[in-house]
């Protein structure tokens, strides 16, 4: 199959994904707290598909996240693709049936994501403690939210296998 | 063996040949794909905004008669006086026509106001943008000046079909010229990055020497015609402190913004009636 139909489920969770942090950062807007939550995108794409899914999965999470955020078009696109070619050679590290290693992995990547916005778009304000006073209040409270966020996305992801009746193991992975 | 060791650079190969096709493709292929992704996620945004507004409906129905016709009382009161104004606006307006006609001054720009609901708020150290629900379908032009009931808002950097993104007046991209109320000396306005503690900051350059402000009497920074963008009175910030700048020549010093900008929910859009004119407007 050109296309395993479980690339089309993770990447309409992402945009949930992604669609819901929007609506929680429009209202928590007042009380001047970000939350940039991306990390989680790339864990199941990564893990449980084949090359040619998972890339085509993470090329059109990137361009929606590129799409939906005000940031330069193609940095997520590019720094998902970046982050998800080094993981997919690393992913027999990985068990995907318990949450432990993927939220770990989940924080690695959001703080790869993190790291690539603050380069790529506050190099003009590096100088600014401002700047850095609420990077630093942005990261913290992305990474406090993601402990929640990430294992309930998971499951729901896993949810979604069983609602659908897809196949609910990683594939491609060597037998142990 | 060899077909091993291919499989395992498998992702780094597919990702260096979608960097080169990345840098290869041309910009209009880029913000095509940008502006279908932006179109595609519009809806579910309006859709939200609209699924806001009507859970604001049903949540004043269950308001009680008593509180309802005061509230209409309070409206009633609001209205003679708006119309009082109304009426006041237009025989100044008259006013300044028939002057504007002896002195045979040169036109001024005239502005449309569309008033539009707040879909969508992105404020963080990054970036700082909000989302309105009105775009291509209302005219609503690229670099349009939004404002609120309590001054400048910012500029609109980019509109869709169905919505719009502004840049606002807290943004270190933002940029404007400004005047200090009563002095018509122009200075330069700039947003700076935020600390997200506090009310919203902003910066105030080329201020001349002979300006002072404290925090007894703080100055008022308004809109100028300067850049046509905004009509001219528009408030901006107060600076309470000025203080030389890196030239020594001129002074610069922090605007203290209206923190209501953090949690916008209408605004309005300037749409200059007519196109500039550079040789007959007024700058």
Redesign the interface.
Same mark, same amino acid.
């Given at each position: 199959m050109f296309l395993d139909p479980r690339a089309i489920l993770f990447f309409g969770a992402n945009a949930l994904l992604l669609?819901l942090t929007?609506?929680v950062? *429009?209202a928590l807007?007042?009380w /001047?707290?970000?939350l940039?939550i991306l990390g989680p995108m790339l864990v199941f794409p990564v893990l449980y598909l084949r090359?040619q899914s998972y890339?085509i999965c993470t090329?059109l999470t990137g361009?929606?996240v590129?799409?939906?955020? =005000?940031?330069g078009?193609?940095l997520f696109? +590019?720094g998902f693709?970046?982050a998800?070619?080094?993981t997919?050679?690393m992913r027999i590290r990985f068990r995907a049936e318990s949450n432990y290693h993927l939220t770990v992995l989940a924080h690695g990547v959001n703080f790869f994501c993190i790291l690539l +916005?603050?380069i790529a778009?506050?190099s003009?304000?590096i100088t /600014?403690?401002?700047?850095w006073?609420? +990077?630093l209040? #942005?990261g913290l409270a992305s990474h406090l939210v993601l402990l929640i966020v990430a294992p309930w996305f998971f499951n729901f992801e896993r949810m979604l296998f069983t609602l659908c009746r897809l196949e609910p193991e990683p594939e491609d992975l060597p037998i142990l | 063996m060899a077909k091993l060791r291919l499989d395992?650079i498998? =992702?780094?190969v597919?990702?260096g040949v979608?960097?080169l096709a990345?840098w290869i493709i041309p910009t209009v292929v880029? @913000?095509f794909?940008?502006a *279908?992704? /932006?179109e595609?996620?519009a809806p579910?945004w309006v859709a #939200?905004s609209y699924l806001d507004g009507l859970e604001n409906f049903w949540a004043r129905r269950s308001h009680s008669k008593v509180e309802l016709i005061e509230a209409g009382k309070e409206v009633a009161r609001s209205k003679s006086l708006y119309q009082f104004n109304s009426q006041r606006k237009e025989t100044l307006e008259n006013e300044i026509q028939r002057l504007e006609a002896i002195l045979n001054l040169p036109s001024r720009r005239e502005f449309r106001y569309e008033v539009a609901r707040v879909v969508?708020?992105?404020?963080?150290?990054?970036?700082q943008?909000i989302v309105i629900r009105k775009g291509k379908d209302f005219d609503i032009p690229v670099g349009a000046a939004v404002v609120f009931s309590g001054g400048v808002v910012g500029r609109v950097v980019e509109v869709g079909a169905l919505t719009s993104?502004v840049e606002l007046v807290t943004s =270190?991209n933002f940029r404007m010229a400004a005047n200090f109320e009563g002095d018509e000396r122009p200075v330069v306005y700039q947003g700076? =990055?935020? /600390?997200?503690?506090g009310d919203p900051?902003g910066t105030v350059r080329d201020a001349p020497q002979d300006v002072v402000a404290s925090t007894q009497i703080p100055l008022k920074l308004v809109s100028t015609r300067l850049g046509g963008t905004f009509p001219p009175g528009l408030m901006v910030g107060r600076v309470s402190w000025l203080e030389p700048g890196s030239t020594g020549i001129f002074q610069s010093g922090e605007v203290e913004l209206d923190a209501r900008l953090? @949690?916008l929910h209408e605004v309005a859009v300037l749409i200059p009636l007519y196109p500039i004119d550079l040789q007959n407007d007024v700058p």
């Open positions: 669609y929007m609506l950062n *429009s807007a007042g /001047s707290i970000y940039l090359h890339f090329l361009l929606w590129d799409a939906a955020l =005000p940031s078009f193609g696109t +590019v693709l970046f998800g070619a080094f997919f050679q +916005v603050t778009m506050g003009a304000y /600014s403690l401002g700047f006073l609420q +990077v209040v #942005t | 395992r498998k =992702p780094l597919a990702l979608f960097l990345w880029k @913000s794909l940008k *279908s992704f /932006s595609f996620q579910a #939200t969508r708020r992105d404020l963080s150290a990054w970036w943008q993104r =270190p700076l =990055p935020q /600390s997200g503690f900051l953090l @949690s």
